[in-house]
Structures are given as C-alpha cells and as structure tokens.
C-alpha cells in the first residue's frame, strides 16, 4: 500500500467506495464523476502507478484487469458495446497515480477523445 494514495485507501476499505467486483487481486467499484451510464474503474491491488510502470512480473494482473474488465462489461449488460481505457501519465490525462483501467459504457461513444 502506498502512503497518500487514494485507491490504496480504497483497496484498504479506509475509504468507502461502489464497489462491483472484488477478488484476491483486483478490485472494481464505480467511478465517482461517471462519464457514460456504466463507468467502473477495474484497478490492481497492488500499487502499480501507472501502466509505463507496470512490469513483466505484473503481466498475470495485467491480463487479469483486462478480463475483469470484459466480464463486467458482460453482467453490466453492455451487449452494445463499450471502451476500456487507462490514462497515462499527464498528456494522458492521468488525475490518480495507481494503475486504473476505466470501463465505459451504456452509451455511444465518440473517437478520438479530446
Ligand atoms: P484518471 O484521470 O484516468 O486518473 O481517472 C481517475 C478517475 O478516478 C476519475 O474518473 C475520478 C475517479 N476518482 C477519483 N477519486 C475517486 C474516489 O475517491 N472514488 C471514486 N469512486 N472514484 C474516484
């Protein structure tokens, strides 16, 4: 857990959160300024800041985030489809230094993004 990061906080329960997906080593929970009808933050337990520092010991999670990801796109009944997205670093647009990939969905959206 990292000092001051508020995603450790909410792995750790210190913060509450909505969350909808919870296993040993990811945790999903709804984004608290949703940009789409369905928007779900699918985050590592562990403090990854972001992916250009992921590393190959990191790959299982990885590969776990992103079929989380896809499962909950499933039971959110996104059969239309949806985006899955992480921003990185600042020309990314990254607001919160752990590792996050953003689940969107339940409308169209648009490409590319601003
Ligand atoms: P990004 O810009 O990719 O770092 O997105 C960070 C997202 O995290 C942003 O959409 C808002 C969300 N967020 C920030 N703080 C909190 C929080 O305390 N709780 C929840 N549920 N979401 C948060």
Redesign the pocket.
Known sequence: MAQDC??C??VAKE????IVMEDEHILA???????APT?I?VIPKKHIPSLSQAELTDMDVLGALQLAAAKLAEEQGLARGYRV???CGDD???????L?Y?LLGGRSLTWPPG
């Open positions: 508020i995603f906080k909410i913060i509450p959160a909505d929970f709804r984004d608290i300024h949703p940009e928007h933050l997205v992480t921003n990314g647009g990254q607001a919160v230094p752990h996050h953003h």
